[in-house]
């Protein structure tokens, strides 16, 4: 008997039409007022990538400015960054705080810049910083799980290159100290007038955070839920704990907060962050028994082996680099949700 999958849940409709237009042509949305003394300002990926990072500006009360994700800086350019803040009659020399939900450099990489433009203090959970200090340490491991894995012979170079011994998390925008205040779960920013919560909500990274504005009804999301794109699990450096088990975990944090405007990091504002949760964790429960069934099948399967048999979008067949290192990564997490890592032999 062949079980037929249920469709695909279509994406949230936006809140921001400007937005989304703007995803439709692949150009940047305008700066965007969100709520009084809140606005949106889109800073351009680098390299090539078709996107940009949404980046939010909340003013306190004192007049001072704290920047959410303020994306990336090439050389330490502001001038996107500066220019949205001229378009709202303001000036970097406001910031007084810098907010990253997480080390990625599309959220990470201008927070050094603007600091050393303005003075302002840098604040992100204190696992991101550990990451970003073991990142060394955790390419050498992903290296020799990487032999492992059971790759072909021609794909082994770029994934060491994306994935192990080449790869730099933070593409080296960072420097030290690298966060002036550590956020925890629960704790309250200092943004005078404004009760923005930090929620911690690992999975996508270790550290990852998100911020509840309750008062404007507002609900930041980082990468860890985004209205079209089903973020990745474990790209934030190894953890004690399995990605993908803190990131289910974490999505079901997000039930009090149903009622709040969700303001992502990419693409474009929605509502319902509840039902759009429910439909990434579908999504992983659907891929679990694509790997459960590859186990049933294979005998003694090789990591590679097991995700060849996974429906990952565009197939594994095309996947090279980073692409497919993170779908290996997040074939051995399933596995090891499943109980079953010990099936799995070592190349």
């Known amino acids: 008997m062949t079980t037929v999958p249920p469709p695909a849940a279509p994406a949230p409709e936006p809140i921001s039409l400007v937005q989304a237009a703007a995803l439709r042509a692949g150009v940047l949305p305008p700066v965007e007022e969100v709520r009084p003394g809140v606005w949106t300002i889109a800073v351009p990926f680098r390299g090539g990538v078709p996107d940009a990072t949404l980046s939010y500006v909340l003013e306190g009360t004192d007049g001072a400015l704290a920047v959410v994700d303020p994306g990336w800086a090439e050389d330490d350019d502001l001038g996107v ?10 000036s970097v020399d406001q910031v007084g705080l810098v907010v990253v939900t997480h080390l990625h450099a599309d959220h990470l990489g201008a927070a050094a810049a603007l600091r050393r433009a303005s003075g302002a203090r840098v604040a992100m959970h204190r696992l991101e910083v550990e990451a970003l200090h073991r990142e060394r340490e955790d390419a050498a491991a992903n290296d020799a799980d990487i032999a492992r894995w059971g790759l072909p012979d021609a794909l082994v170079a770029g994934v060491v290159a994306a994935w192990g011994s080449g790869r730099r998390m933070g593409l080296g925008r960072t420097e030290e100290p690298l966060a002036d205040v550590f956020v925890e779960d629960g ?8 009760a923005v919560r930090a929620l911690w909500t690992p999975g996508h990274t270790a550290g990852h955070l998100c911020l509840v504005d309750e008062s404007d009804g507002l609900l930041f999301t980082g990468d860890h839920v985004l209205p079209r794109i089903n973020p990745g699990i474990g790209l934030g450096g190894r953890t004690a704990t399995n ?17 709040l405007e969700v303001c992502p990091g990419h693409e474009y504002r929605f509502r319902d962050v509840v039902s759009r949760a429910r439909t990434l964790a579908r999504h992983r429960e659907e891929r679990a028994r694509h790997v459960a069934a590859a186990l049933d099948t294979l005998t003694a399967p090789t990591l590679f082996e097991v995700a060849s048999r996974v429906p990952f979008s565009g197939g594994i067949d095309a996947m090279t680099g980073f692409l497919l290192a993170s779908a290996l990564t997040q074939t051995a997490f399933h596995a090891d949700l499943l109980g079953r890592a010990d099936e799995i032999r070592p190349a």
């Not at 960054?81 to 303001?90: M, Q």
């Not at 704790?187 to 404004?194: F, Q």
């Not at 990605?243 to 009622?259: I, T, V, W």
């Open 81 to 90: 960054l500066r220019a949205g803040l001229a378009a709202i009659g303001r």
């Open 243 to 259: 990605p993908l088990g803190d990131y289910l975990a974490s999505l079901a944090r997000l039930e009090p907060s149903a009622d």
């Open 187 to 194: 704790d309250v920013l200092p943004i005078a007038g404004r």
